[in-house]
């Protein structure tokens, strides 16, 4: 609870210095994040979705990239819907490096969710269509 708070307070106060700090915290301490995932994928959304707040491109690079990293340890069947609408944004989004991350972050979770993950499939890959993108490991 405590890092969630440090990554709620980065993003109202602006100052991100400690995100990444927190996000490796949230990876290190993978297997007990288990039980607050309720509290930790809200505060990591809030980081990398667009138009929410003004996080600085990097620290939104960042949280997708430790998203991908703890989406393969978690049981997320509950969570599906909360992570992949506001991927799809991201792959919706005329930033091309976010585009890649989030497509990466979109294969991790569909392997992690597994056959439940159908349901997104057709939205994702429409939303990837439109912006040309090729990925070989949501595919």
Known sequence: PRIVGALAEAER????????????ALEV???SVEEHLH???????Q??????????????RA??????????????AGYA????????RCLDSPHEELRKEAADVAAVLGCAIGPDFAIFLP??????ARHRMQHAKFE
């Open 47 to 60: 980081l990398f979705q667009l138009g929410v707040a003004d996080v600085p491109m990097a620290v939104r």
């Open 39 to 45: 509290l930790v994928l809200p505060a990591m959304v």
């Open 29 to 31: 301490f993978s297997a």
């Open 63 to 76: 949280t997708l990239q430790s998203l991908r990293r703890l989406l393969p340890r978690m049981q997320l």
């Open 81 to 88: 819907s909360a992570i992949t609408h506001p991927l799809i």
């Open 123 to 128: 939205l994702l890959r429409k939303t990837m």
């Open 13 to 24: 106060a602006g100052e991100f210095e400690t995100v990444h700090h927190a996000l490796h």
